[in-house]
């Protein structure tokens, strides 16, 4: 591969190359070999597996920019992201190489989505520690990050309170021991419900 062009981006430390043949592409650093990005600039001449590194580099930035659009919307867990790309046909290896990139960066942060996700949760669910913990874990939550974020939302959110709600809620179409079993499934501790 020759390159044509190349231009730094909008986008910080992202830059555009266009070979002689085929199509421009974008490029980092981060995703490169070392050396390699030092000896790009105009009429530069690479081997295969130069070229090859390159092009892998340009996969990993198609990937990126893919990952930041989900991130513009929402925050995004890293499991559910890799899942979201991963559906969309990327290769993983590429995936891995875009979010390792964005965690260190800070673009994408586990401990975020779960402080998110539970405070977007407690508008329309009143579930205890315990189930809270099982959905986070569902959405590829480590356990040390989820409880971080689930000491972080009960400081700010008071667990019997919502435990009341939640009694208050079921009540209305269980009672007995059917009550106390709803309760239990919405992580609720035996103490909490005996306290209402």
């Known amino acids: 591969m020759i390159v044509k062009s190349i231009a730094e981006t909008s ?37 295969d597996d130069e070229t090859d590194s390159l092009l892998d580099a340009g996969l990993t930035c198609a990937v990126e920019l893919k990952a930041v659009g989900y991130l513009a919307r ?3 867990s890293r499991f559910g992201l890799t899942r979201k790309l ?7 290896k590429y995936v891995e190489a875009a979010l390792s990139y964005l965690e260190g960066r800070g673009y994408l942060s586990d401990l975020r989505f779960a402080t998110a996700w539970l405070n977007t949760r407690k508008i329309n669910h009143y579930e205890g520690k315990s189930r809270l913990s099982a959905e986070l874990a569902a959405r590829g939550i480590a356990r040390d990050v989820a409880n ?13 309170e919502i ?10 179409s269980k009672s007995g021991e059917k009550l106390m079993a709803a309760m239990l499934r919405q992580g609720f501790t035996q103490k909490q419900i005996r306290n209402l």
Do not use: H, T, W
Request: charged letters at 40%.
């Open 86 to 92: 991963i559906e969309k046909k990327y290769d993983k």
């Open 148 to 160: 971080k974020a689930l000491e972080e939302f009960f400081l700010e959110n008071d667990e019997e």
């Open 163 to 172: 435990c009341r709600k939640a009694y208050e809620k079921l009540s209305k």
């Open 11 to 47: 986008y910080s430390g992202m830059f555009k190359v266009a070979p002689e043949e085929g199509s421009a592409f974008y490029i980092r650093k981060e995703y490169l070999p070392e050396c390699l990005f030092e000896r790009l600039d105009i009429g530069a001449e690479f081997n």
């Open 74 to 76: 929402a925050e995004q």
